[in-house]
């Protein structure tokens, strides 16, 4: 069985630009979380969704932060204007349902803004 | 929100040696689990553990609910057990679970 997904591994973009990260979640599993991990720190939650719907996103910056589930599958999370402080790792967790099950974590995308 | 405290913030053993790390959370939670990071910053879920006790191979975790405490136990440690170990726990508020992770116990095992 694969595993989550994350694309691309790494990206280092200038403060102000866009950027979008990808994830593919295991197969058959609804739940899906986006994180971001700074250094030294635990993962935070930024939005959950069940399906397409997204369900916990009280976190996400939503001034600057958008994020997508077409179809209850794949997601992707974008950032845009990137600012100096979003430099850290991006982290997707999938799991088959609320409170069901253990997640899963991709390897996750390391963002460095300069 | 619920606080999560892991204790110790770091440890150091020499392979071979048994170690518990501990997590603490301030409120009621409807599950907690234990991860363990890689070095190479993957996160590998270890136990799914809201209550009770679970072994798996030289490692078992505990959980008692009721006195808001879990501990995970690493048993004739190896030098891939390295790494930054987590524990998270979901609490039901207002129909939402919040994931919420501790800061983790930095663990170095030397050969």
């Known amino acids: 069985e694969a595993g989550v997904v994350q694309s691309p591994r790494y990206k280092i973009i200038e403060k102000k630009q866009p950027v979008a990260f990808w994830c593919n979640p295991i197969?058959?599993?609804?739940?899906l979380y986006w994180y971001l991990q700074n250094l030294g720190q635990g993962p935070e939650l930024l939005i959950r969704y069940e399906n397409e719907e997204a369900v916990d996103d009280s976190q996400l910056p939503k001034d600057r932060f958008s994020a997508e589930r077409l179809k209850g599958v794949d997601s992707t999370l974008k950032i845009q204007p990137a600012e100096l402080g979003d430099s850290a790792v991006y982290l997707c967790a999938s799991s088959l349902g609320l409170n069901k099950d253990t997640q899963y974590f991709g390897p996750g995308t390391r963002l460095t803004v300069l | 929100g619920i606080q999560v405290e892991q204790s110790p913030p770091d440890l150091i053993l020499q392979e071979g040696a048994n170690s518990t790390l501990r997590c603490n959370f301030s409120d009621s939670v409807n599950n907690l689990q234990w991860f363990h990071q890689n070095p190479w910053g993957q996160l590998i879920n270890l136990f799914y553990i809201p209550s009770g006790t679970k072994q798996n191979g030289r490692l078992s975790a505990t959980t008692v609910a009721t006195e808001r405490y879990s501990l995970l136990y690493i048993s004739s440690s190896q030098t891939t057990d390295s790494g930054v170990y987590f524990c998270?726990?979901?609490?039901?508020?207002?129909?939402?679970?919040?994931?919420?992770f501790g800061r983790g116990t930095s663990l170095i095992v030397h050969p």
């Open positions: 998270a726990v979901e609490q039901a508020s207002g129909g939402s679970y919040i994931p919420t």
């Open positions: 197969s058959g599993h609804n739940t």
